[in-house]
């Protein structure tokens, strides 16, 4: 245990970053290696090493490189991405009820999902249609919470968490208004915002990669001032902290990492609520290691979760946003329930 420069304590928990890895491992080869048709692990490791090229045909290497990596893949992607989110505006509010869709990201995206399938974009844009559009309205979602929020340069946090909260509530509304005047797409609609990793492919896993990186990137950076936010605003200012500046820089990079992959899967709820939580009260408040650690945690619940959302009632497939919910809503009571009897 060591004290940081900002005057709190930070645990570190060498188990723990050892279990993960573990877990990241492991999780890999069961996603890989598991699903409607199992691949034995001595093939798994044959058709790694072959590559994803072939003249053999074998059906297990083109189920493992054509649908399976990219899957994975791309449940480790957003995974990280919303541990790592959630981990920072829940250090940017002081608040762990703060999750990645507090600014209206998931509404927005879902907007633009959905007025692209009630009104055929597809014909335009062809399979990018809806990442695209989905992208775009997660950032306007984000950009019309900034401007309600922000006075004379200023941020108020309070009046941010409030207007993400009004704008979800009224892009809910209009989805649910487009869903009643277009019935005959609304099983589409359901589906995709349940959140689901089966459109995955090694483009969506190339176009949502950089940006989340990126993101991520740029979130860790602020890991100090985020420590620094955890004494208040004014604190963090009397600390050196640029307190407007930061925020935005904090702001736009989660919603740039969580549109990302939203973009491309539909809404996933719990993942970026409750990891970085967990991750705290094992590792401590120090985001200079709760937020790399979150992203590995991150990845390996999604990955095992949409694991459980293939092979769970296979050959039928559950959208894994549904999964994520089943398991993620109690767990999260349980811990309201333990932090209340310890009088937190």
């Not at 009104?119 to 990442?131: E, Q, T």
């Not at 409030?162 to 009643?180: N, Y």
Request: with cysteine; charged share 10%; hydrophobic share 55%.
């Amino acid at each position: 245990m060591e004290a940081n420069r900002n005057g709190f304590k930070a645990k570190f928990s060498p188990l723990f970053l050892t279990v993960s890895g573990a877990v990241f491992i492991i999780s890999m080869l069961l996603g890989l290696s598991l699903g409607s048709v199992p691949i034995p692990l001595k093939d798994l490791a044959k058709a790694l090493l072959a590559g994803p090229v072939t003249d053999d045909g074998e059906t297990g290497h083109i189920i493992l490189w054509t649908l399976r990596f990219p899957r994975v893949l791309m449940a480790f992607i957003e995974g990280a991405s919303l541990g790592v989110a959630g981990a920072a505006m829940q250090g940017l509010f002081r608040n762990p009820m703060a999750d990645p869709y507090v600014l209206g990201v998931s509404s927005g995206a879902s907007l633009g999902a959905v007025l692209g399938i009630v009104f055929g974009a597809g014909r335009v844009l062809g399979l990018w249609s809806l990442p695209v559009l989905a992208f775009f309205g997660a950032f306007a979602s984000t950009g019309v919470v900034y401007l309600l929020s922000t006075k004379n340069g200023r941020t108020d946090t309070w009046t941010l968490l409030l207007s993400g909260i009004a704008v979800s509530s009224l892009v809910s509304s209009l989805i649910a208004f487009l869903m009643v005047f277009f019935r005959q797409r609304v099983e589409e609609i359901v589906f995709w915002t349940m959140g689901g990793l089966s459109r995955s492919s090694w483009k969506a896993v190339g176009s949502a990669l950089p940006y989340a990186a990126i993101g991520m990137g740029v979130l860790w950076a602020q890991s100090k001032a985020l420590n620094a936010f955890s004494f208040g605003e004014e604190a963090a200012f009397h600390m050196g902290v640029s307190v407007e500046k930061v925020k935005r820089r904090i702001l736009w990079a989660s919603s740039l990492t969580t549109a990302s992959c939203v973009a491309f899967t539909g809404p996933v709820g719990f993942v970026g609520l409750i990891v970085p939580h967990v991750v705290r009260m094992i590792m401590g408040p120090d985001h200079r290691w709760l937020i790399p650690v979150s992203a590995l945690a991150g990845g390996n619940t999604l990955v095992l979760a949409d694991l459980l959302a293939r092979t769970m009632v296979s050959p039928l497939e559950i959208p894994v946003g549904v999964i994520t919910s089943l398991f993620g809503a109690p767990f999260f009571l349980y811990l309201l329930v333990k932090v209340r009897k310890r009088g937190i």
